[in-house]
């Protein structure tokens, strides 16, 4: 049973455009929720995270939006550059339980010059 | 700051054979550490969740005796693969948190090991 649904799989897009990824989650109880940037051969790294009662935060070109609702969040970058050309996860983790992470499967990402 | 190092980056070892990965914690404590293993262009799979000083917890279908974690500091973890066959080949990477700075999990760089 997959907690979190991440779509699309693979995102193209062209350089200065937008890329939006997607997530969706089941558990009401899960209250943080990063997004993470993974190049090939690397470790994630944490981009920008948030939490329920927050619709929308920003930093940089990133920005998460949340629909507490709706149950879905999701990660726009805004004027996408090659160097974003990478594996894009979401997570989600609740209080308890060490804050373990829940994983969505990730987005491809690769932004035409 | 938040700067989680791994030991070796890189490992190549005969089947049969233990190797161990060192995760350290550079500027912070690290309350608990966590280790995955990702296949290529797959999620991350934790594997096991550790505090300092306790026995780890491992996920449903890990072999504690296969995947030995100790978390003896609060600044070092380490991950030792017993016995080790091809099919333990894999990118292998720990993260690490600290509760005083909320739940964010930092991860190290990773840790490619073959098995020959």
């Known amino acids: 049973q997959q907690q979190v649904k991440q779509s699309p799989q693979s995102l193209i897009v062209q350089k200065g455009g937008i890329s939006i990824i997607n997530c969706a989650y089941e558990?009401?109880?899960?209250?943080?929720f990063p997004w993470y940037q993974q190049f090939p051969g690397k470790g994630p790294a944490l981009l920008i995270a948030?939490?329920?009662d927050v619709s929308e935060k920003k930093e940089g070109r990133f920005t998460i939006s949340f629909n507490k609702s709706a149950k879905q969040f999701s990660l726009h970058i805004m004027d996408s550059q090659p160097g974003d050309s990478a594996t894009y996860f979401c997570a989600a983790s609740m209080t308890g339980n060490n804050r373990k992470l829940i994983w969505g499967l990730g987005t491809s990402l690769a932004v035409n010059p | 700051g938040a700067v989680v190092s791994q030991h070796p980056s890189r490992v190549i070892c005969k089947s049969g054979t233990s190797v161990k990965i060192e995760c350290r914690s550079l500027d912070f404590q690290a309350t608990t550490m966590f280790w995955y293993r990702q296949f290529p262009k797959k999620s991350l799979m934790l594997m096991a969740t550790?505090?300092?000083?306790?026995?780890?917890?491992?996920e449903q279908g890990v072999e504690k005796d296969k995947f030995l974690i100790n978390h003896a500091s609060l600044t070092l973890s380490t991950l030792t693969v017993t016995s080790a066959h091809p099919e333990d080949s894999s990118f292998y990477i720990c993260?690490?948190?600290?509760?005083?700075?909320?739940?964010?999990?930092?991860f190290g760089p990773g840790t490619r090991l073959t098995v020959l």
């Open positions: 558990n009401t109880a899960f209250d943080y």
């Open positions: 993260s690490a948190r600290w509760g005083g700075r909320g739940d964010t999990q930092y």
């Open positions: 550790s505090n300092e000083g306790s026995k780890a917890t491992y």
């Open positions: 948030i939490r329920p």
